[in-house]
């Protein structure tokens, strides 16, 4: 539980890019594959299901987690067989995927993650409950604290029972709603979405998660190449957050290598992660999604020159690589 002034937690638990890499050379930083938590009012959302997921799940316990996919890449969703609390009849999880995907999240978790032959357990043979749904850009998520059956039934309408049946012993579930209901409870937290194009083949969401007292956010932002000038649309989304976790895969000079070309990748280099942070006037920017290759010594030096490039560049911005198993409180 967040006490005295904090409202929102997030906590590093795989800050690695495309696969794991564990060993040696990055044991500071980490070597798990995409994911972070953001603890907020009596809410535990999960961004992203990379190996990281394997150590979350070991170290926190709760009934309801939400878990928002960035997209559908190997690196975003692979550690969720090893999610523990899959396995939980007493948990329920919710997950959000983006709508613009060519599959949806519920046919990849029943026939590639859970499923034969690639692995022994089939998804209907999970014993947590589930709730699987699709987002688009014209909705956002109100996290909502829903303590009673009276709660339940101003919320969903006609389809409580229906939820109900799902999860009988129902506490601080959320719900995606699309209009405003004077009998809906206060919500804890909104979350946003925009489109972001840059990432092959289906592009990527990027969610905003602002805390409903303070208005403190949290912009989530993997997966993105740079465009000339900056993404303004990300840039207009992220205004004034309180954190940006931005992606850096590459070195500037990985970036605008001629030999092996990385171009077109759908990442960006720590520099243009820098003047999005910069132009969207961010409090903190987070680096992360590391190349695999990159390690602790690289992803420091790429940190300490982010910091010198936005002194450089006049901000106030204060720029940290993400680390596997810290957090910060704001
Ligand atoms: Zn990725
Ligand atoms: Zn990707």
Redesign the pocket.
């Known amino acids: 539980m967040l006490v005295n002034d904090i409202y929102m937690k997030l906590t590093f638990w795989g800050v690695r890019?495309?696969i794991p890499v564990p060993g040696e050379s990055t044991v500071k930083f980490g070597g798990n594959t995409?994911c972070y938590s953001i603890e907020t009012g009596k809410h535990f959302i999960i961004l992203d299901a990379g190996s990281g997921i394997r150590n979350l799940g070991k170290e926190i316990s709760r009934k309801v987690f939400i878990i928002f996919f960035s997209h559908l890449?190997h690196?975003?969703h692979q550690g969720l067989p090893f999610f523990k609390w899959m396995y939980s009849p007493d948990c329920l999880i919710n997950m959000y995927s983006p709508l613009r995907m060519n599959r949806s999240l519920s046919s990849i978790l029943k026939t590639e993650l859970f499923d034969s032959p690639m692995f022994p357990v089939l998804l209907n043979d999970t014993k947590s409950k589930k709730i699987i749904e699709e987002v688009s850009t014209t909705e956002s998520i109100r996290l909502l604290d829903i303590h009673t059956k009276k709660d339940l039934k101003a919320v969903f309408g006609k389809k409580w029972e229906e939820i109900n049946e799902i999860y009988p012993s129902l506490e601080n579930l959320h719900t995606k709603v699309h209009f405003s209901h004077p009998k809906l409870p206060k919500e804890t937290a909104v979350v946003d979405v925009c489109e972001n194009l840059s990432h092959p083949q289906n592009g990527t969401f990027f969610y905003k998660i602002t805390e409903h007292k303070t208005g403190k956010k949290i912009v989530y932002a993997?997966?993105t190449e740079p465009f000339k000038g900056g993404d303004f649309n990300l840039i207009k989304f992220s205004q004034g957050a309180d954190i940006l976790i931005h992606d850096s895969q590459f070195t500037e000079k990985q970036y605008y290598s001629r030999g092996f070309v990385v171009q077109g990748f759908g990442h960006s280099d720590y520099k243009s992660a820098v003047e999005v942070g910069f132009a969207a006037g961010v409090k903190n920017l987070v680096l992360t999604?590391f190349d695999p290759n990159n390690s602790d010594t690289v992803v420091e030096k790429m940190e300490k020159d982010a910091k010198a490039y936005a002194k450089e560049l006049g901000a106030k911005l204060n720029v940290i690589a993400a680390r596997e198993g810290t957090s910060l409180e704001i």
């Open positions: 890019g495309s995409s890449h690196d975003h993997t997966d999604h």
